[in-house]
C-alpha cells in the first residue's frame, strides 16, 4: 500500500494506493508521460478538485492520479526530483498556486487526537 497525503490551506485527504490498483497504473503509463511535468500537473489538479468538491471517497480517477504522483517522484530518473516513500503534496494557501511536494518521513505529522 502506498500513500499521497494533500493538504490544502487546512483540509487534508488520505489517498491510498493499494499494490494492484498502483501496479495497474504504473503498467499502463506510457514511458514518455512518466515523468512529464504536464502531467504531474494533471494529476495534481485532479486530486485538488477532489478536494474542493469535498463529497465522498476516492475514487478510480483520484487513485490513478496519486498513483501518479507516487511513481513520478519515487521512480523518477532526475535524482534532483526524488522523493523517497510516501509522498506529501502541500497547498498552503489552498489556492493552488504555491504545491511542494515532500516525503511523509521528513514531515512530523502529528496523529489525531
Not at 43 to 65: H, I, S
Request: glycine content about 8%; overall charge negative.
Amino acid at each position: 500500500m502506498r500513500t499521497v497525503i494533500y493538504f490544502q490551506g487546512g483540509t487534508v485527504a488520505d489517498f491510498a494506493i493499494p499494490d494492484d490498483r498502483f501496479d495497474a497504473v504504473v503498467a499502463n503509463l506510457p514511458w514518455e508521460r512518466r515523468y512529464a511535468e504536464d502531467d504531474l500537473k494533471m494529476a495534481q489538479g485532479a486530486l485538488d478538485a477532489f478536494l474542493r468538491a469535498g463529497t465522498g471517497a476516492a475514487g478510480p480517477q483520484e487513485v490513478a492520479a496519486a498513483a501518479f504522483l507516487w511513481n513520478f517522484f519515487n521512480t523518477n530518473p532526475d535524482p534532483d526530483r526524488v522523493i523517497e516513500g510516501d509522498i506529501i503534496v502541500v497547498d498552503l494557501a489552498g489556492d493552488g498556486e504555491t504545491i511542494e511536494y515532500a516525503s511523509t518521513a521528513d514531515v512530523p505529522l502529528k496523529p489525531a487526537d
